[in-house]
């Protein structure tokens, strides 16, 4: 596949880092940057060009004009919105993405549809991560929280901790502790190593474990691996930007909720459009102003300004001062790395939430769902099955007798929208919705092909 990424920030150079890992991918960056460029060409095997990505001459250098996709994730929203634009306009590139960050854009419907701008997939981090967010703040102890087929799977990591159920006990016992409950432990990171575990595995302290369930049953899982959180109620928000306000609006009907915004005239603004939650106008790191507002109390405080350092600072002054837990947004990858884990419970990555986004809509064969994992070390997917026994390597087999690469296991089926978590004796049929977690992401490409049929099926 010919693609053209347009931007090599964090975000496209994540994205091609991970294309060129697949086949048969011809990958050419755009971006301003020549020394940015330089060091990408020099690590992976793409081509670049040097220009402004919403010119149609570099469009053409960039060979759009024969390209498969163009992927825009500039740090321009009007840049993206152009560049497909122009793309469909002058060189009917199939498929375009964008990443457009502006609610003010995304909430004018009109902009995108048949008259308007010629981008087929629309990608906002903003949205990823208000979600992500709050599926965390509803699921409490858990790290990260995913849907599958429309939320009626998730795919939910979890630290164990002493006082787990099944902690120090075998993976088998979850039968006799949840009876009547389906679920599957799709891997376990210990030390950073990943494990696909068997029955006989031993659950250890500080392990982090994947599991899937139903969503009804996730509450009950999370208590199996660590002492269950009382539910969250009180939520503090630094930051009234677009995420920030957008997480309140979200949370405000089921929580008690504060956003603390440091400019006078955005918090005036964002209080006329709340409708329950209270506005404070100050720093989010100002010792007196936490401790005024009962910083002691707070189940969940969220750091979610546009700048890295502010948000470390004030999510560790707030865990020093007594909330419960911190989550801090963090753009750069290296800071999320370093301040995960320790004093800020949950590291967001605006980054990591895109390129989980765009790999859905990119993967080969019908992936519905992609999300990348641990940075993109992991990656889980949704992939429809097809074809007959004759004609696909899956279809009427059981799991056991499926040749999966190593590192992968099939977690969990939707059939007929029911849930049914996969074991070894289980049966895939046609049309199957199949949840596959990868330890290691460079075998996607091995499981597009184990999903693909014989030419003849379409």
């Given amino acids: 596949m010919k693609i053209v990424i347009l931007g090599a920030g964090q975000v496209g150079s994540s994205l091609a880092e991970q294309l060129v890992a697949m086949d ?24 670049v060009v040097i220009g ?43 498929k375009k993405m964008a ?75 979850l039968r006799d502790h949840m009876p009547g409950i389906e679920t599957r432990v799709a891997a376990i990171f210990r030390h950073g190593k990943a494990i696909i575990p068997e029955g006989d595995f031993v659950i250890e302290i500080n392990d982090e474990v994947f599991f899937l369930a139903a969503s009804a049953h996730i509450r009950e899982m999370i208590s199996e691996l660590r002492r269950l959180d009382k539910a969250y109620r009180r939520i ?29 005239f955005r918090s005036e603004a964002i209080a006329e459009k709340l409708n329950r939650t209270v506005v404070l106008h100050g720093d989010a790191a100002d010792r007196m102003l936490l401790l005024n507002e009962n910083i002691e109390d707070v189940d969940v405080f969220c750091a979610l300004t546009n700048d890295d350092e502010a948000n470390i600072i004030a999510a560790i002054l707030a865990k020093r001062l007594g909330a419960r837990k911190v989550m801090a947004l963090i753009n750069r990858t290296a800071y999320v ?86 074991h070894h004796d289980t049966l895939i049929q046609e049309n199957d919705h199949v949840i596959l977690f990868l330890t290691e992401q460079k075998r996607i490409r091995d499981v597009e092909k184990l999903f693909q049929v014989g030419l003849h099926f379409f």
């Fill in 337 to 422: 790395d370093l301040m995960e884990g320790g004093e800020i419970d949950i590291a967001i990555s605006p980054q990591q939430a895109t390129i989980s986004a765009l790999l859905t809509h990119i993967r080969r064969g019908d992936i519905t769902q992609a999300h990348a994992l641990r940075r993109g070390a992991a990656e889980a997917i949704e992939i429809v099955a097809h074809g007959n026994s004759k004609e696909s390597k899956v279809v009427g087999r059981r799991v056991e007798q499926i040749n999966l690469p190593s590192g992968t296991t099939i977690g969990a089926l939707v059939r007929d929208n029911k849930v049914i978590i996969a």
């Fill in 236 to 264: 503090m928000i630094a930051g009234g930007g677009h995420i920030g306000t957008h997480l309140a609006q979200l949370l405000e009907a089921d929580y008690s909720v504060k956003i603390i915004e440091k400019d006078r």
């Fill in 99 to 173: 990443r457009v960050r502006s609610l003010e854009y995304l909430q004018t419907s009109e902009l995108f549809e048949k008259n308007g701008f010629k981008i087929d997939i629309l990608i906002s981090p903003e949205q990823q991560v208000t979600q992500a967010i709050k599926q965390l703040i509803d699921h409490p102890g858990a790290l990260q929280v995913l849907d599958f087929a429309d939320g009626k799977v998730q795919l939910v990591a979890v630290k164990a901790h002493h006082g787990g159920a099944l902690v120090g006990h075998e993976i088998k016992d």
């Fill in 52 to 94: 402004h990505a919403s010119h149609p001459s570099v469009l053409e250098d960039a060979g759009t004009d024969e390209a498969d996709l163009l992927i825009a994730v500039t740090s321009s929203d009007e840049t993206n919105m152009l560049a497909c634009h122009i793309a469909s306009l002058l060189y009917q590139t199939p």
């Fill in 24 to 47: 048969n991918n011809d990958i050419t960056v755009v971006d301003i940057d020549g020394p940015r460029l330089q060091s990408l060409q020099e690590r992976f095997d793409i081509r």
